[in-house]
């Protein structure tokens, strides 16, 4: 009985989603207006100044800057770079995102413990410089449209495991990324959710990480995206740099192959 | 054009097939690796423990759909499997308070790692973040339908009159397990994951049914 | 000017007494005389047009305030003042339901145009003022109602 | 100390649009830390530009402005090759000053 009730119910909901419509339009224009009087003036600008400064500098204990990391395209090639990534790396014998890869070329490059910048809290010493780090690389490839590499074994694999890794409900809520991010036109609250299952568009979902924080005043790498994407799912938590984290990023930027990046972006 | 017989692709295909299995990569069991993956990637932070990564069945099942319908048999046995969770209000009182209701409506707090606790009064039901509810908030999500006029449009003038009964507890059912009545739901459980008790519930029921709510007006 | 000069050295005074007191850093001494403690500490639109040695404020067309209708979040909303008639002296940017009414001040100079864009944090939906002080004296204003909206996930 | 500011002036006909931001937390002293004390009142209160070396703009901030700071004015008469300097000073008595080069 409960399923012909529900039947109904869906009809009598989609007449009357007609009505509030009107409504939904005109809050939507009023969130379009907000988000383009932010646009001129992203303060990820800020930290990409610090991000440039910081990849040019001699740091850690073996007082050395970051310009031979190898980011894919040949030691201390930036731009292109990041709309290539996560990727394998034959000398890690792993696929790493950005964030992971950094951590492996400041660790041999500069001597500063991966393990450590991983365990430190988002936003403070390494991990500051982090976040500076990826709005300065990501800035690099402003415009050019995302083309993950899927020629290796392990990244087709990856790709195979971060779409299983988004599709996985379970927590306290039975939350799965998919949950959010499985189908287009939904919104939560009055946020527009990109389907991340395909390319939504240049600049949207995938295309707009990094990006600057209203609500913390923070640049959030994919890496910090995830972690509270799975804090909010109500799931564990993911350790940074952990293979979820990669093989997600793998499978959303395969799927966003084409679309034109424009991190570090603007976000509530 | 030239037709191909379809025998000759399979032919084809098998031979591709046998080839791959003398090759040396064996073929990867992705499903295990997967669980493999979730288990080593995560850990423990606050309330937020890895004993969450452990899927029951309804869980394991829609994941592994991938967002596809079930199987049909596989459907009507996870619906009728979380129907029998569904605890109905002990003293027989469907409706609570409608204002408290809606600030549990508004409330997206609770469970998370930063969530000190994992008691029912420190979590919101997350209603507005997938739901149209009361008309005066603009900042509704559209992952669920919209509820407005929830009662109203189903006919209930009375909540405790023997007809409105089948909604009420249709609805009540719908609030403390959703896969009750939708295998694959995206709602919550909240009264059969403890997320929610019977006087929350309540609240939120008579938010959606009762006629003095700004819902149904 | 006399109501200015009077608002700084009442300001002034008020920090020697905190510094005093042990209140102000020592840092704190420095700046604290051309900041007009008082007008950033007042509750009400009424307080600080008093802080301020202001008249009342009247509607006025001639001034502009601009921001969003929504704003997605509060913890930045895009605010404008200004305003094309001659003889501005200062605008200021204020937000009737924060807990200090009082946003920013700009004092307009005659190199500069009488139009001044910022970010405000807003706490919940408010009327906006953009205020203009006029060098005859008279104080002017233009409101917007901003709706400050839950986003995201809310947890 | 500080990071540095960015400045973008840009002229158009006889006007200069500058656009600022500002790395600063604008803490208003009313928030609490995840220990329940409160965090201290750390905010910009004073902003000043120059053009060329000459006083053209003063502001008073208070703790209601956002976050890494945004700031938007026009300077009349100015032109490309001039130079705009922005400075702010904040409550603890920190301070920064940067240039650009009007383009």
Same mark, same amino acid.
């Given at each position: 009985?409960?399923?012909?009730?529900?039947?109904?119910?869906?009809?009598?909901?989609?007449?009357?989603s007609?009505?509030?419509?009107?409504?939904?339009k005109?809050?939507?224009?009023?969130?379009?207006?907000?988000?383009?009087?932010?646009?001129?003036?992203?303060p990820?600008?800020l930290?990409?100044?610090?991000?440039?400064?910081?990849?040019?500098?001699?740091r !850690?204990p073996?007082? *050395?800057?970051?310009? /031979?990391c190898?980011? +894919?395209k %040949?030691?201390?090639?930036?731009?292109? $770079?990041? @709309?290539?990534?996560?990727?394998?790396?034959?000398?890690?014998g792993?696929?790493?995102?950005?964030?992971?890869?950094l951590?492996?070329?400041?660790?041999?490059?500069? !001597?500063?413990?991966? *393990?450590?910048?991983? /365990?430190t809290?988002? +936003?403070? %010493?390494?991990?500051?410089?982090?976040? $500076?780090? @990826?709005?300065?690389?990501?800035?690099?490839?402003?415009?050019?449209?995302?083309?993950?590499?899927?020629?290796?074994?392990?990244?087709?694999?990856?790709f195979?495991? !971060?779409?299983?890794?988004?599709?996985?409900?379970a927590?306290s809520h039975g939350?799965?990324?998919?949950?959010?991010h499985?189908d287009?036109?939904?919104?939560?609250?009055l946020?527009?959710?990109?389907d991340?299952?395909k390319?939504?568009?240049?600049?949207?979902?995938?295309?707009?990480?990094?990006?600057?924080?209203?609500?913390?005043?923070?640049?959030?790498?994919?890496q910090?995206?995830?972690?509270?994407?799975?804090?909010?799912?109500?799931?564990?938590?993911?350790?940074?740099g952990?293979?979820?984290t990669?093989?997600?990023g793998?499978?959303?930027?395969?799927?966003?192959?084409?679309?034109?990046?424009v991190?570090p972006?603007?976000?509530? | 054009?030239k037709?191909?017989?379809?025998l000759l692709?399979?032919?084809?295909?098998?031979?591709?097939?046998?080839?791959?299995?003398?090759?040396?990569?064996?073929?990867?069991?992705?499903?295990?690796?997967?669980?493999q993956?979730?288990?080593?990637?995560?850990?423990?932070q606050?309330?937020?423990?890895?004993?969450?990564?452990?899927?029951?069945?309804?869980?394991?099942?829609?994941?592994?759909a991938q967002?596809?319908?079930?199987?049909?048999?596989?459907?009507?046995a996870?619906?009728?499997?979380?129907?029998?969770?569904?605890r109905?209000?002990?003293?027989?009182?469907?409706l609570?308070?409608?204002?408290?209701?809606?600030?549990?409506?508004?409330?997206?707090?609770g469970?998370?790692?930063?969530?000190?606790?994992?008691?029912t009064?420190?979590?919101?039901?997350?209603?507005?973040?997938c739901?149209?509810?009361?008309?005066?908030?603009?900042?509704?999500?559209?992952?669920?339908?919209?509820?407005?006029?929830?009662?109203?449009?189903?006919?209930?003038t009375?909540?405790?009159?023997?007809?409105?009964?089948?909604?009420?507890e249709?609805?009540?059912?719908?609030?403390?397990?959703?896969?009750?009545?939708?295998?694959?739901?995206?709602?919550?459980?909240?009264?059969?994951n403890?997320?929610?008790?019977?006087?929350?519930?309540?609240?939120?029921?008579?938010?959606?049914?009762?006629?003095k709510?700004?819902?149904?007006? | 000017?006399?109501?200015?000069?009077?608002?700084l050295?009442?300001?002034?005074?008020?920090?020697?007494?905190?510094?005093?007191?042990?209140?102000?850093?020592?840092?704190?001494q420095?700046?604290?005389?051309?900041?007009n403690?008082?007008?950033?500490d007042?509750k009400?639109?009424?307080?600080?047009?008093?802080?301020?040695?202001?008249?009342?404020?009247a509607?006025?067309g001639?001034?502009?305030v601009?921001?969003?209708?929504?704003?997605?979040?509060?913890?930045?909303?895009p605010?404008?003042?200004?305003?094309?008639?001659?003889?501005?002296?200062?605008?200021?940017?204020?937000v009737?339901?924060?807990?200090?009414?009082?946003?920013?001040?700009?004092?307009?100079?005659?190199?500069?145009?009488?139009?001044?864009?910022?970010?405000?944090k807003?706490?919940?939906?408010?009327?906006?003022?953009a205020?203009?002080?006029?060098?005859?004296?008279?104080v002017?204003?233009?409101?917007?109602?901003v709706?400050?909206?839950?986003?995201?996930?809310?947890? | 100390?500080a990071d540095?500011?960015?400045?973008r002036?840009?002229?158009?006909?006889?006007k200069?649009?500058?656009?600022?931001?500002?790395a600063?937390?604008?803490?208003?002293?009313?928030?609490?830390?995840?220990a329940?004390?409160?965090?201290?009142?750390?905010?910009?209160?004073?902003?000043?530009a120059?053009?060329?070396?000459?006083?053209v703009?003063?502001?008073?901030?208070?703790?209601a402005?956002a976050?890494?700071?945004?700031?938007q004015?026009?300077?009349?008469g100015?032109?490309?090759?001039?130079?705009?300097s922005?400075?702010?000073?904040?409550?603890?008595?920190?301070?920064?000053?940067?240039?650009?080069?009007?383009?």
């Amino acid at each position: 009985m409960a399923r012909i009730l529900w039947a109904g119910a869906a009809a009598v909901i989609a007449a009357s989603s007609a009505v509030v419509w009107a409504q939904q339009k005109s809050s939507a224009e009023g969130i379009a207006e907000y988000r383009a009087m932010l646009a001129d003036g992203n303060p990820a600008e800020l930290f990409e100044a610090k991000g440039e400064a910081l990849w040019k500098t001699r740091r !850690g204990p073996k007082s *050395a800057s970051l310009e /031979a990391c190898d980011l +894919g395209k %040949g030691p201390g090639v930036v731009k292109g $770079a990041f @709309v290539e990534l996560p990727r394998y790396f034959a000398d890690t014998g792993r696929v790493q995102d950005l964030e992971s890869r950094l951590l492996t070329c400041s660790e041999t490059l500069q !001597g500063i413990s991966a *393990a450590e910048t991983a /365990a430190t809290p988002f +936003g403070r %010493g390494e991990q500051a410089n982090m976040d $500076a780090l @990826v709005a300065y690389i990501s800035a690099a490839s402003g415009g050019m449209k995302f083309n993950l590499p899927q020629g290796n074994p392990e990244e087709r694999k990856m790709f195979e495991l !971060g779409k299983r890794a988004f599709f996985y409900r379970a927590g306290s809520h039975g939350f799965a990324c998919a949950s959010c991010h499985g189908d287009a036109s939904k919104r939560i609250r009055l946020q527009d959710l990109p389907d991340l299952t395909k390319n939504p568009g240049n600049g949207i979902g995938f295309a707009a990480w990094p990006a600057y924080r209203v609500s913390s005043g923070e640049l959030w790498g994919m890496q910090r995206r995830l972690n509270d994407c799975y804090r909010q799912q109500r799931f564990p938590y993911p350790g940074y740099g952990s293979d979820v984290t990669i093989a997600l990023g793998v499978y959303m930027g395969v799927n966003a192959k084409g679309a034109e990046s424009v991190a570090p972006s603007i976000k509530r | 054009m030239k037709q191909q017989h379809p025998l000759l692709f399979a032919a084809v295909a098998l031979i591709v097939s046998i080839a791959g299995c003398a090759a040396p990569a064996p073929a990867i069991d992705y499903d295990a690796a997967t669980q493999q993956m979730m288990k080593s990637s995560f850990r423990d932070q606050g309330i937020a423990t890895v004993d969450r990564l452990q899927q029951d069945e309804a869980d394991a099942a829609c994941s592994k759909a991938q967002g596809a319908p079930l199987p049909e048999a596989q459907r009507v046995a996870i619906e009728a499997a979380n129907m029998k969770t569904v605890r109905m209000p002990s003293d027989g009182q469907f409706l609570g308070d409608w204002k408290v209701g809606e600030q549990l409506a508004q409330n997206g707090r609770g469970m998370t790692w930063t969530d000190a606790s994992t008691a029912t009064s420190s979590n919101g039901g997350n209603c507005y973040n997938c739901h149209q509810i009361s008309k005066a908030e603009i900042s509704y999500g559209t992952i669920g339908p919209s509820l407005y006029q929830y009662g109203k449009l189903r006919g209930v003038t009375d909540p405790a009159s023997p007809a409105a009964r089948p909604i009420v507890e249709y609805t009540w059912a719908k609030l403390w397990n959703a896969k009750a009545t939708n295998a694959c739901s995206d709602m919550p459980r909240f009264g059969h994951n403890k997320l929610l008790d019977e006087a929350q519930l309540k609240n939120l029921m008579a938010l959606l049914l009762d006629p003095k709510s700004p819902v149904n007006q | 000017m006399h109501t200015r000069r009077h608002a700084l050295s009442a300001s002034a005074k008020l920090a020697l007494l905190l510094l005093g007191a042990g209140v102000l850093p020592a840092a704190a001494q420095a700046q604290a005389a051309g900041f007009n403690q008082a007008a950033f500490d007042a509750k009400s639109l009424a307080d600080v047009m008093k802080a301020l040695g202001a008249s009342a404020p009247a509607a006025s067309g001639d001034v502009t305030v601009s921001a969003p209708d929504i704003a997605e979040n509060g913890a930045v909303v895009p605010v404008g003042a200004s305003s094309l008639l001659p003889g501005v002296k200062r605008l200021l940017v204020l937000v009737e339901k924060n807990p200090s009414a009082l946003s920013a001040i700009f004092e307009v100079s005659e190199m500069v145009d009488a139009n001044f864009s910022t970010r405000v944090k807003m706490g919940q939906s408010s009327d906006v003022y953009a205020v203009a002080m006029m060098n005859d004296g008279r104080v002017l204003y233009a409101k917007k109602e901003v709706k400050v909206t839950l986003g995201g996930c809310g947890g | 100390m500080a990071d540095p500011m960015r400045i973008r002036a840009q002229a158009a006909g006889d006007k200069v649009t500058v656009r600022v931001l500002m790395a600063h937390e604008m803490e208003t002293g009313q928030r609490k830390d995840a220990a329940g004390k409160l965090i201290p009142a750390w905010y910009i209160q004073q902003v000043h530009a120059k053009l060329n070396g000459k006083d053209v703009l003063s502001a008073q901030w208070g703790p209601a402005v956002a976050k890494n700071p945004f700031l938007q004015f026009m300077i009349k008469g100015a032109k490309a090759g001039d130079k705009v300097s922005v400075s702010w000073v904040d409550n603890r008595g920190d301070t920064r000053v940067d240039e650009a080069v009007v383009t």
